[in-house]
Nanobody, 118 residues
Framework: QVQLVESGGGLVQAGGSLRLSCAAS????????MGWYRQAPGKQRELVAY???????NYADSVKGRFTISRDNAKNTVYLQMNSLKPEDTAVYYC????????????WGQGTQVTVSS
């Protein structure tokens, strides 16, 4: 069983920065795709960014140029550096670990709140 523990959320003013971290247990981190998702009140959960085991990354259009996802396979940790934060970035941010091949698996963290004040 994989456990994901997020940290780094908080309250920040618009234009500020935060760095989220997600530490994973187990031995499948390096072969998995790591993603960050977010869910704002009354909205569906949406993909923010992901990083494959090969190092490819992808971002939602709304965060391109402001957020950066990175991973440290030696530490089983994925990060999300968030700069130039906007009030619309306010949400609970979730870390996800999922398989890239069979067998399929997907694990979620408990979420961390990010609040951006205007």
């Amino acid at each position: 069983q994989v456990q994901l523990v997020e940290s780094g959320g908080g309250l920040v003013q618009a234009g500020g920065s935060l760095r989220l971290s997600c530490a994973a247990s187990g031995s499948i981190f390096s072969i998995s795709t790591m993603g960050w998702y977010r869910q704002a009140p009354g909205k569906q959960r949406e993909l923010v960014a992901y990083s494959t085991s090969a190092g490819s990354t992808n971002y939602a259009d709304s965060v391109k140029g402001r957020f950066t996802i990175s991973r440290d396979n030696a530490k089983n940790t994925v990060y999300l550096q968030m700069n130039s934060l906007k009030p619309e970035d306010t949400a609970v941010y979730y870390c996800n670990l999922q398989s890239q091949t069979l067998p399929r698996y997907s694990y979620w963290g408990q979420g961390t709140q990010v609040t951006v004040s205007s």
